[in-house]
DNA sequence: GTGGTCTAGACCACC
DNA sequence: GTGGTCTAGACCACA
């Protein structure tokens, strides 16, 4: 896992991002208990308050719960993750689509221009495994 | 139009995206003569210095250009425009790409999910002129 | 000549520095009659106002005098043109050299750079002329 | 350090150009941490704000970054420093061309001068030194 | 304590 | 009247 950070967001919220996709993508399972609030803090090289706070963030979003002596670990109700998940997706693609007719496109220039740009990913992807 | 904030960003930050769409959308038609620097914070609901900054970016940005004396004014290169205009829009579906791969998603699936919600969209609007 | 301004500077020193190029250059003789302030405006695509300002600081300068009726002309004292063109070609040599001396540079260094700099223009300009 | 202003240019840009001088001298070494804006702003005698200002402008050119809660920082990249360097010290070099050539001055000329302003500068050194 | 934003109000040169 | 700079002082989130 690469743990950049950037400068125009607080930390503790970038964490979350992150987190969020680790969980919702799979790569943290259902059930799959988190590393140690300091353990994890180091290896995401941020301060332990700091990795508290976007795990008290989490709980409060539902995809993680905390077991009082014995960490944190990601919700097993699938479902909820699925849920999540969507949601997810949903807001992503509402903010592309009002984004994209704010510049005056019509929704069908909006799909066909995310068409382009796939075709435009695939190609660069297919140059640099040529490399 | 409409001046509404929200908490997330500093509000030059939303003030230069708001006026960048009303120029590449051509609410702001090339060579328009923005309205004083007073007039228009006093307009948006700012304080001058802060709508001042607002377009100082966008004069860095090539959007508008400023004459000592006589005011701001929208660029009248419109190749330019239009340029800006395709890279905003390009870099909001790279966004959304992005985002939705994060979570799991494969580019097909980001495709068909737009167009999933772009109907979802467009039903809404229906039921809304039924009304 | 080409009249063209820049926003960092006021246009009325604009104009001082360029017409005081064009007389110690040579390209406005000795004892040479200027235009009207009126036509030299228009000609320079500027308001009279500010041209007459131009004018009255390069009197003050002595590179011109106007005679009440007749207009404004080019001083004759070609000795004083002379001692002009020295001072203000010391100024840039000096200016040159305390900026680059400010970078950290030796005096020795700030020759050869200017040498490789004119080389480099040399080359240029006959790519130029390739063309 | 010294901070003295003129008034032909904003202070802003001054501080821009007299820590841009200290960073590429290497009187600030990279990875430096600066005072803090408030701090320096003091010591520059200057408003926090106008500081400020200064360093944002740096921060786009690549000269320092900012670390949200620590301060900021001289770029530790000194491959970029040198680039800036040469690019300062090239820029100043064609602005002397450009003023002595507009003088009516040749290139060979304009070298010829440079030289003798800097004998010249050298024997009032000696001359201090001998005070 | 750090950077950063915002407001308020004054001031300036220019045209 | 225009843009632009500067100061003063308050406020905020982050670590």
Redesign the interface.
């Known amino acids: 896992m690469r743990w950049d950070y950037h400068?125009d967001a607080?930390?503790y919220t970038q964490l979350v991002d992150q987190i969020t996709?680790m969980i919702?993508?799979?790569s943290l399972p259902p059930g799959e208990r988190l590393p140690s609030v300091r353990n994890f803090a180091m290896e995401a090289g941020v301060n332990p308050n700091t990795m508290q706070r976007a795990l008290t963030e989490l709980e409060r979003n539902g995809l993680i719960y905390s077991q009082r002596t014995s960490g944190h670990f990601v919700t097993d109700q699938s479902d909820y993750l699925e849920a999540a998940?969507t949601r997810?997706?949903?807001e992503?693609?509402?903010?592309?689509?009002r984004?994209?007719t704010?510049?005056?496109?019509s929704?069908e220039e909006?799909?066909k221009?995310?068409?382009s740009?796939?075709r435009n990913?695939?190609e660069c992807k297919n140059g640099d495994s040529n490399l």
């Open positions: 400068n607080p930390i996709r919702v993508s799979g998940k997810l997706a949903a992503a693609a509402n903010q592309y689509l984004d994209v704010a510049l005056g496109y929704r909006a799909e221009l995310l068409q740009v796939i990913v695939e």
